[in-house]
Antibody
Framework: QVQLQESGPGLVKASQTLSLTCTVS??????????WTWIRQPAGKGLEWIGRFFTSGSTNYNPSLKSRVSISVDTSKNQFSLKLNSVTAADTAVYFC??????????????WGQGILVTVSS | QSALTQPASVSGSPGQSITISCTGT?????????VSWYQQHPGKAPKLMIY???KRPSGISNRFSGSKSGNTASLTISGLQAEDEADFYCCAYVGSVTVFGGGTKLTVL
């Protein structure tokens, strides 16, 4: 059974870089069947897709965040990471990592990590 | 505002059936872009309930079903139970981007 777990600082200063890691257990980030994805949710609001990484090295990002975001994979640690630079208070949210089966043609996310709250302070 | 439109709230009594809609356009939901649905309880991660418009993952109750007509996908919950009270989100490709609907709060009266 694949499980995902987010980790990283819960507090980031404005204008700095938010860095999170998702550790995958029970499966491999090298799998050619899945994308590895980040999604966020501001308090009291809906879900926002941030972007995804495929084992080939290809990435796709939300156009609204594309200039500030990067997602990468460390196969030796079976982890994938999110970096979001120049953060503002608007980036305060719960950040989820998830596995995306979109390689088969359509996006669906399962499983999800439990989520990690990141607060951007001024 | 999301490109996938959901009602902000729906409600129903225990035992009843409710339907949550997710409306897109002929270029996304109404074309070959399939829809997935997620249930999220407060403070928890979303949970996949339906994928590829109508498929149910292993372990999901058959009280949950998905359908699509034209530009609108729907999630139906039959035999409402108190534990079904949660937020529900649809998801699909819109253009080349993965988009979630704005979410629907289900209240079990």
């Amino acid at each position: 059974q694949v499980q995902l777990q987010e980790s990283g600082p819960g507090l980031v200063k404005a204008s700095q870089t938010l860095s999170l890691t998702c550790t995958v257990s029970g499966g491999s980030v090298n799998s050619g069947y899945y994308y590895w994805t980040w999604i966020r949710q501001p308090a009291g609001k809906g879900l926002e897709w941030i972007g995804r990484f495929f084992t080939s090295g290809s990435t796709n990002y939300n156009p609204s965040l594309k200039s500030r975001v990067s997602i990468s994979v460390d196969t030796s640690k079976n982890q994938f990471s999110l970096k979001l630079n120049s953060v503002t208070a608007a980036d305060t949210a719960v950040y989820f990592c998830a596995r995306d089966a979109a390689v088969a043609g359509t996006p669906w996310f399962d499983p999800w990590g439990q989520g990690i709250l990141v607060t951007v302070s001024s | 505002q999301s490109a996938l439109t959901q009602p902000a709230s729906v409600s129903g009594s225990p035992g009843q059936s409710i339907t949550i809609s997710c409306t897109g356009t002929s270029s996304d939901v109404g074309s070959y872009n399939l829809v997935s649905w997620y249930q999220q309880h407060p403070g928890k991660a979303p949970k996949l309930m339906i994928y590829d418009d109508i498929k149910r993952p292993s372990g999901i109750s058959n009280r949950f079903s998905g359908s699509k007509s034209g530009n609108t996908a729907s999630l139906t919950i039959s035999g409402l139970q108190a534990e079904d009270e949660a937020d529900f989100y649809c998801c699909a490709y819109v253009g080349s981007v993965t988009v979630f609907g704005g979410g629907t709060k289900l209240t079990v009266l």
